[in-house]
C-alpha cells in the first residue's frame, strides 16, 4: 500500500509537471497564433492584389486559401522562416517557397511567374 505521503508527494509533483507544461505551452501558442495572424494578412493582401479573396481558414489552421478566379486557387502555409505556396491553375498544379519578408508585390511576381500568368510590366 502507498501511504498517505507518498500519495501527496506524487499529487504535488504532477501538479508541477502540468504548470511547468502549461508555461511551455502558453509562449509556442503565442508565437503560432502571431505567425497565423501575420500569415492570414499576407494572404489577403496578395489575393487583393491578383484580384482575389482570400477565405478565412479554420481556428489555429495553419493554411490560408485565396480564390483568384474559377480556374485559379493559392493555398498559403507558414512553416518556420518560409511560406510554402501551393497553387492550381486550370486543374494544373504548382508550388512554391517563398521568405515572409518578401514584400507582398515581390510575392505576386513570384506567384505569376510560376503559374505562368502573364506578369504586366
Not at 486550370?90 to 514584400?103: H, K
Amino acid at each position: 500500500m502507498i501511504n498517505s505521503n507518498e500519495q501527496e508527494d506524487r499529487k504535488a509533483a504532477r501538479k508541477k509537471q502540468e504548470e511547468h507544461a502549461r508555461a511551455v505551452s502558453a509562449p509556442r501558442k503565442h508565437d503560432r497564433e502571431e505567425e497565423l495572424r501575420k500569415l492570414h494578412l499576407l494572404a489577403t493582401e496578395v489575393g487583393l492584389l491578383m484580384g482575389g479573396k482570400a477565405r478565412s481558414a479554420a481556428a489555429d489552421n495553419a493554411w490560408m486559401i485565396v480564390d483568384l478566379s474559377a480556374n485559379h486557387e493559392l493555398s498559403f502555409y507558414r512553416e518556420g522562416d518560409q511560406i510554402n505556396i501551393a497553387g492550381r491553375v486550370n486543374g494544373v498544379s504548382y508550388a512554391l517557397n517563398v521568405s515572409p519578408r518578401l514584400a507582398p508585390a515581390d510575392i505576386v511576381k513570384a506567384i505569376k511567374k510560376k503559374s505562368g500568368i502573364q506578369v504586366d510590366s
